[in-house]
């Protein structure tokens, strides 16, 4: 079957091409240059608008002679020149011959007996007589016989259809499903070599849906192939020679395709990269040159001798040398443009700026670090007395190793300032080191050398900081670093660092070389002891921080606070005068807290308002009338009305009122008062005052007491024994509403209030009490002793009740001058608490009625 083509004239106007054979389907470009191809294409432009297809023929010129018959298509010009060819015998270089035939007339027995019919898709005018040709190959022709030869040449020809594929040849089926494969691998090797891909899906497109025939043609014109094979594949008319001699070229064509792209990309492989770095090196020079910043190469081989002397110097330790030693002979290979070098030349100044042998000598004399911690912090007896233990051994022992203290106690007590007064005790220096918001294991223990921007861990920087390896370092809010995450668990990483037994051979990832920190005096600071981890916790040694009483307060002002911020608003110590009278009624008036933040920030409020008052009077000359005394007056008119009121001890004595103490989470203490009542109801008992669950627990446990020795106690009679308490509802309210309150420790003032108010019996205002009960009538000690008995003194009361087990804390804390005005009761049973806080109470006359 024969597939049809457009109606083309038996006699076309012929266009002879040099080195180029056009094929049916494919559009090629032609330059028109020569005058008897131009007459013809000046002939066709004039009748471009009568809106026919103009035909041509396009036919081969046989190769002159041997030399040029294997010449490529690649080393042809890529202007499709056309030209008729040269008969001329000699052996001249094929570019000579080439040019010969350039100049001569195209005679009709040059050309070849095969060709083309195209159609003349677009014609456009050059510069000069010349024409651009677009062609598209329409379908094969063979000359008969040529009519005319000027001006231009004409011929008789046949057009040759194309064959269609036959379905009964089953030969003819095979060799089309070969061409169409070996098609496919062509395109599979052109996207290897990374080919536009417009033209790859174009080519993908042709080869599913063209015919054999026109994909034989196609598939031969976008390889590389010689001229003489393209005019083998115009002459083969008969499909199946085509598909053979298509198939054959392919195949060749693929595997010189394969074996150059296997070379390419060994060589590629080897020359890239140094190819890549001298031309970036080149662009880096000629940059710096134009803004003259070009490098001394001097300047390079000065870094490496610098960096030498500054190792030699820092007298590493023997594995930190040979870790130097390494790095530096890697150094001095390698050009300072590549990237690893800067890498290994950052490493090798951390090695030689840590301070591995440079050390403080340390202040010995004993009476003076005592004189310096007394000077800088007013009481804190326990820590200044550790400390100059640690300094005493020192003086006997000169390798001792350094001890981890951990300071814990409400925020604003000198934590931080105690760290910074500790180090100038020693004579040493002191760096702090803020782990509040640490999440990332790599900042205590450094980042690997693989990631890009490591850097060493805060221990390592800090010793870099200070320049020596025996200072104090301040491990600030160390309850607030983080835990186990996807980044690590810093926690875990700080206890190789604050172990005595392992830091001397601490390991930095970044340094990757064993660190001496046993020289090191760790001190922590915490808030709170809940968020510390038991084995951290385990490795420090605790040292607690109460609250400041207000006499330690009205002290710290006048000794440290007040002189701070007369010296901050630019005045004399002359100038601002407050009385201890006046601190006192500023430290319970208008702050509540265990530390002095608050406070020190209402003293330079007032420092504040005088410097106006005195800035004022300098300026109008009448400094006489300036007076720098403050007083009571002054204060109110500065802060304002007092913030807080004197916790005063009720005065009234009343059945079911019993006076707790009480120990805020800040530090400070305060008084407390239990009122308790009964209603008739149906045996409930109500808490209000926005109690937590554990003070709602001691209240029920008071109850349950007290029901179970009610006769002992003698609140009911066997008459009553069934309906007293079920006949009665409780109710217990704890005033300042507003305020949340929790703890075990308002245990026996609960328990006395229940009594008191179901015996009618009365407790006296002066008499205050805390400590925990049990079911079995035991009473437990409880925490905070200290802040209590001063805020209970502070109250005007008289007499505590206290758990036995708290003796120490009284012997140990409170200020001596408070225990001699305050009478302590120690009790260990709920009977001694009954007795104590009862005047007529006596638990051997107590009555117990038979119930037999």
């Known amino acids: 079957m024969i597939v049809n083509v457009p109606a083309i004239p038996n006699v076309l106007p012929i266009v002879p091409l040099k080195n180029k054979v056009i094929f049916p389907g494919v559009v090629r470009r032609l330059v028109i240059g020569r005058k008897e191809t131009v007459s013809l294409m000046r002939k066709i432009y004039k009748s471009l608008d009568s809106q026919e297809i103009e035909y041509v023929g396009c036919v081969p010129i046989n190769p002159p002679q041997s030399t040029i018959e294997d010449d490529t298509e690649k080393n042809q010009s890529k202007a499709d020149i056309i030209a008729p060819p040269i008969r001329s015998k000699n052996l001249n270089p094929p570019e000579k011959v080439i040019d010969a ?85 062509l395109l599979s090797t052109f996207h290897d070599l990374r080919l536009p891909t417009p033209f790859l899906t174009q080519l993908q497109k042709f080869i599913e849906n063209a015919s054999v025939g026109s994909l034989a043609d196609s598939l031969v014109t976008a390889i590389n192939s010689t001229f003489k094979e393209k005019l083998q594949i115009l002459d083969a008319v008969d499909l199946k020679t085509r598909m053979l001699r298509a198939i054959d070229m392919l195949t060749r064509q693929i595997q010189i395709l394969k074996i150059s792209q296997k070379v390419h990309s060994t060589v590629e492989g080897q020359l890239s990269k140094k190819q ?44 930190a040398d040979k870790a130097a030693q390494r790095e530096l002979k890697r150094l001095k290979r390698m050009h300072p443009t590549q990237a690893e070098y800067q890498v290994v030349r950052a490493y090798l100044e951390w090695l030689s700026e840590i301070p591995w042998n440079k050390s403080t000598t340390d202040i010995l004399d004993i009476k003076i670090a005592e004189k310096q911690l007394n000077d800088d912090h007013y009481g804190l007896e326990t820590v200044k007395k550790r400390v100059l233990e640690y300094l005493a051994v020192l003086k006997l022992k ?22 910074k007064s500790i180090a100038n005790a020693l004579g040493r220096k002191f760096h702090r080191i803020s782990l509040g918001g640490v999440r990332d294991e790599a900042e205590i223990r450094g980042h690997r050398r693989t990631y890009i921007g490591a850097m060493p861990g805060l221990i390592a920087q800090g010793l870099k900081r200070v320049g020596v390896n025996n200072p104090v370092f301040l491990l600030d809010e160390i309850d607030k670093v983080g835990h ?19 830091n001397n051979s601490f390991n930095d990832h970044y340094l990757n070389v064993p660190l001496d920190l046993s020289k090191v005096l760790f001190i922590a600071t915490a808030n709170h002891l809940d968020s510390i ?111 807080y009121d004197d916790e005063v001890a009720e005065r009234t004595s009343l059945p079911g009122v019993v006076t707790g103490l009480a120990w805020t989470a800040s530090g400070a ?184």
Request: proline letters at 5%; charged letters at 30%; hydrophobic letters at 40%.
């Open 101 to 185: 035939v350039f100049s001569q007339k195209t005679r009709p027995e040059d050309l070849h007996p095969f060709g083309c019919a195209v159609r003349i898709v677009r014609l456009e005018r050059t510069v000069g007589e010349g024409f651009v040709a677009v062609v598209e190959g329409i379908a094969r022709i063979k000359v008969d016989k040529y009519v005319s030869e000027s001006p231009y040449l004409e011929a008789e020809v046949t057009v040759i259809p194309e064959p269609e594929l036959s379905q009964d040849d089953q030969e003819l089926q095979e060799l089309a499903i070969t061409l169409k494969s070996t098609g496919r691998k």
């Open 276 to 319: 890549r770095e001298f031309y970036l090196r080149q662009q880096l020079d000629a940059i710096k040159e134009e803004l003259g910043e070009k490098d001394d190469p001097s300047n390079e081989e000065d870094d490496v001798v610098d960096l030498t002397k500054r190792l030699k110097e820092a007298s590493l330790s023997p594995e």
């Open 398 to 419: 000169d390798d001792m190793k350094g001890p981890i203290l951990v300071l814990v106690g409400a925020p604003g007590v000198g934590k931080t300032s105690l760290g």
């Open 484 to 502: 186990l995450s996807h980044h690590g668990d810093p926690s875990a990483a700080l206890l190789e660092v604050l172990d005595p037994e392992q």
């Open 533 to 643: 981890s038991p084995p951290l916790l385990d490795r420090m040694e605790l040292i607690s921080l109460s609250g400041y009483t207000f006499d330690e307060k009205v002290n710290i002002a006048q000794r440290h606070l007040l002189p701070k911020q007369i010296k901050a608003h630019g005045m004399a110590p002359e100038d601002v005068k407050i009385s201890n009278e006046l601190l006192f009624a500023i430290a319970t008036g208008y702050t509540r807290e265990a530390g002095v933040r608050n406070f020190e920030r209402e003293v330079a409020s007032i420092c504040r308002a005088k410097a106006v008052e005195y800035a004022d009077a300098r300026d109008n000359g009448e400094l006489a009338a300036y007076r720098a005394e403050v007083s009571k007056k002054d204060i109110e008119e500065i802060l304002g009305v007092a913030k």
């Open 669 to 852: 203490g305060g008084i407390l008062f239990i009122e308790a009542t009964q209603m008739a109801g149906k045996g409930n008992l109500q808490l209000t005052g926005k109690l937590g669950e554990v003070i709602k627990e001691s209240a029920q446990i008071a109850l349950s007491w007290v029901r179970a020795n009610a006769y002992k106690l003698g609140i009911i009679s066997a008459s009553t024994e069934f309906s007293f308490f079920s006949e009665r509802d409780i109710h217990i309210h704890f005033p300042s509403g507003a305020v949340p309150k929790d703890g075990p420790s308002a245990g026996i003032a609960l328990l006395t209030a229940l009594v008191s108010l179901f015996t009618k019996r009365t407790v006296p205002t002066t008499t205050a009490m805390t400590g925990e009960i049990t079911l079995r009538g035991q009473v437990l000690p409880v925490g905070g002793i200290k802040e209590k008995i001063i805020a209970a003194h502070r109250a005007g009361i008289t007499r505590v009740i206290l758990p036995l087990r708290n003796m120490k804390d009284v012997e140990g804390d409170v200020p001596v001058n408070i225990k001699e005005e305050i009478k302590v009761v120690y009790v260990k049973k709920v009977w001694d608490v009954l007795e104590a806080a009862f005047d007529d109470w006596r638990t051997e006359n107590v009555v117990i009625e038979s119930r037999l």
